[in-house]
Structures are given as C-alpha cells and as structure tokens.
C-alpha cells in the first residue's frame, strides 16, 4: 500500500491543454452573461419610467433652434417661487429703453408681471394634484415658468419665433427642460394655417387680427406671417388631466376656448380652472365679444366667472 502510495503521490497533475482552455472560455462567457442577465434587476419593468406624450404636432425643439442676441434676462421681484425671464423687446434704444432694462442697469430685478403672481397663487392650491397647465398665448413664458418653478408640468403654446427663442432662454435658465413643453402653434378652432400680425418693437400685442394688434400701438410697424394652428382638443387627450388654462390671444380667446370643447366640458372635478383675457375692443377685432364668450362657457358648464382686470376667471359651480 505504501509503495502504492508513492506511486500515486508521484504522478503530475492533468492540466487542459491550452486548446481545451481556448474552446472553454466562449462556453464560461455565455453562462456568466446567461446567469447576469437572468438576476440583473434592468431586465425587471420599471413602474416608474416616464413614457413621452406623442402628440399630433412636434414640439418646438429648443436645442435645434438658433440663439437669440442679444439676452438681457433677470430674475423676477416679489415672487414666492421666483424665476427668470429674457426680454423680446427692448423699447426704443437708446432713447427709450424696455422699463426692465432701466431696472436691470440699476441693478434691480424685473418687475413683477401679474399673471405670473396669479398662476402662483392658484397653483399654490393645487400642489399634490396630477395635471397639466396650459399656456396658451405664452409670449415669453412669464406664466409658463412661473408654474414651472412651482414643479407642475407645462404646455406653452406660442406662435412667434422671437418669443419662442426666449422661452427657450427662460427653459435653460431655470432648468426646467423637463417641465416646459413648447409648440410653436396659435391655438384655434379648427387645424390649418391662419395669416397673424406681428408687431414689432410690441411682440406681446402680435395678433391674429390686423387691427387688434395695432389697436393699441397704432405707430408700430406689423409683419404678417402664416402660422400654424390647431385647437387644444387636437392636443389634449381625455385621459390627461388638466389643472389650470390659461389664455391671452389678443382677442382669438373666443376660437380659442370652441376649439376645446371636450376639455371644458370635463365634470366639475376635472374641468381646468379658467383664465382668459377679456378685452372687448380686442375680441370685437376678432368680431365676438365678451357676452358670447360667456354663453359659450354657460353652455359647457362655467357658470362662474369673476373678472380680475382685464381677465375673466372662470369655473364649474
């Protein structure tokens, strides 16, 4: 047994020829990425991905678009959620400059612009809530980032390219590229393209009637342009939960608020607060008028509205 012993303990151990070992390893990599896969927890569902809204028309894709120039941006005063803005006019340089770029020389914020102190306001009583803010007739964003700041999702609807560009300013500035969606649209009452008036030197008064645009600066110079629109019906499935519209169109607010129809006729408990301008020299432009803006939202159930200003609020009693 001993010498058995020996001759066992003598004899070298086996080794896999370097062949074996070069067919083996393809073999050994299938089974670790086999057992990998199997217990990595990526191939699991994740409850919590955040699958983007399709919608008929594309976004306006601010990182694709030309930089506006110059930028003068700043900050927004006596806010409770502040935030920042860039201006797409300038006043009259160098003689009469933009009031807020008066303030901005002498080291002061922008003024407060009262739409955005009202969309806080609201809002601040719907924190918690699921839903969309539409900014219809966004102009710079002053509304749009005002609620955006606040963390609620916003659709902001704006059809002059020089606006948009500053929306995009305000996107980047207050990193909210995630909240802020933006199309570059006028939002009516039917699909197609419609003539609108851009005024320059007051892109805030650009309006789809010629006459409401220069109803208030008769002196500036206006530039018609083709854009694209389509009602908020188009856009809004009924599936997704509206929180606050806003409207400020210079007068279309009647177009506007028919090409909505199923939005607004929503129950109580899921109809969008409403804010609207209610100018009646501006709709009168567009030929309607404040009393049939009212017969409209009585016959899809806002029988409650409180003027505030130049602006109707409205809501389902």
């Not at 606040?150 to 390219?161: Q, S, T, W, Y």
Request: include cysteine; glycine fraction near 6%; charge should be neutral.
């Amino acid at each position: 047994m001993a010498n058995a012993w020996k001759r066992e303990s003598n004899k070298q151990p086996k080794h896999l020829s370097p062949v074996l070992l070069l067919l083996s390893l393809p073999l050994l990599l299938l089974l670790f990425l086999f057992f990998f896969n199997a217990r990595s927890p990526l191939n699991l569902p994740n409850p919590t991905l955040n699958v983007p809204q399709v919608y008929p028309i594309p976004p306006f894709d601010c990182f694709k678009s030309p930089q506006a120039h110059p930028v003068v941006a700043n900050i927004v005063e006596n806010l409770k959620y502040p935030f920042l803005y860039s201006l797409s006019d300038f006043g009259s340089l160098p003689d009469k400059p933009h009031k807020n770029i008066v303030r901005f020389l002498k080291g002061k914020p922008f003024r407060k612009p009262d739409i955005s102190a009202t969309i806080q306001q609201l809002l601040e009583g719907m924190k918690g809530r699921n839903g969309l803010v539409l900014d219809v007739g966004a102009n710079v964003g002053m509304a749009s980032f005002a609620a955006a700041v606040m963390g609620f999702k916003v659709l902001a609807f704006e059809p002059v390219i020089d606006n948009l560009l500053r929306i995009c300013d305000g996107i980047w500035f207050n990193r909210v590229a995630d909240l802020v969606t933006v199309f570059e649209v006028a939002v009516s009452d039917q699909i197609g393209n419609i003539t609108f008036y851009k005024l320059v030197g007051r892109l805030d008064n650009s309006a789809v009637s010629a006459t409401g645009a220069k109803l208030a600066f008769k002196s500036n110079e206006e530039i018609a342009l083709q854009v694209r629109t389509i009602p908020l019906d188009e856009l809004i499935t009924d599936s997704e939960p509206v929180l606050l519209l806003k409207i400020d169109v210079q007068g279309w607010e009647y177009h506007v608020l028919k090409g909505a129809v199923k939005l607004l006729s929503r129950k109580k408990a899921e109809a969008p607060y409403l804010i609207y301008e209610e100018d009646e020299r501006l709709l009168q432009a567009s030929n309607s008028s404040a009393k049939e803006i009212r017969d409209f939202l009585l016959s899809v159930g806002y029988s409650h509205c409180v003027q505030h200003g130049t602006d109707a609020h409205c809501t389902k009693a």
